[in-house]
C-alpha cells in the first residue's frame, strides 16, 4: 500500500467518524429536546398534585368538622337523655 493510499484510507476513516459524531451530535440534541419536554411535564405535573394536596387537605378538614359536629350533637342528646330521670325508671 502506498503512502497516498494510506492517506486516502485515513481520511476515509476521518470522514466517517465525523459523520458518526454529527450523528451522535444529532441524537444528543434530540435527547435534550425531549428531557426538556419531560422536565415540562414534570413541573406541570408537581403543580397539579401541590393543587390537588391543597384541596384534599380542605376537604378533610370539612370533613373533621361535619364528623366533630355530628358527635357535639349526639353527645348533647345524651347528655340530656342522662339528666332525665324519669325516662328511665323501670
Known sequence: ???????DLLLAE???????MQGMKADMQGMKADMQGMNGRI??????????ERVLKNEIRKECALVLDEVERVHGILEKHKADRTAHTA
Open 1 to 7: 500500500m502506498t503512502d497516498s493510499e494510506k492517506l
Open 14 to 20: 476521518m470522514q466517517s467518524m465525523k459523520a458518526d
Open 43 to 52: 413541573d406541570s405535573l408537581e403543580s397539579q398534585m401541590k393543587q390537588t
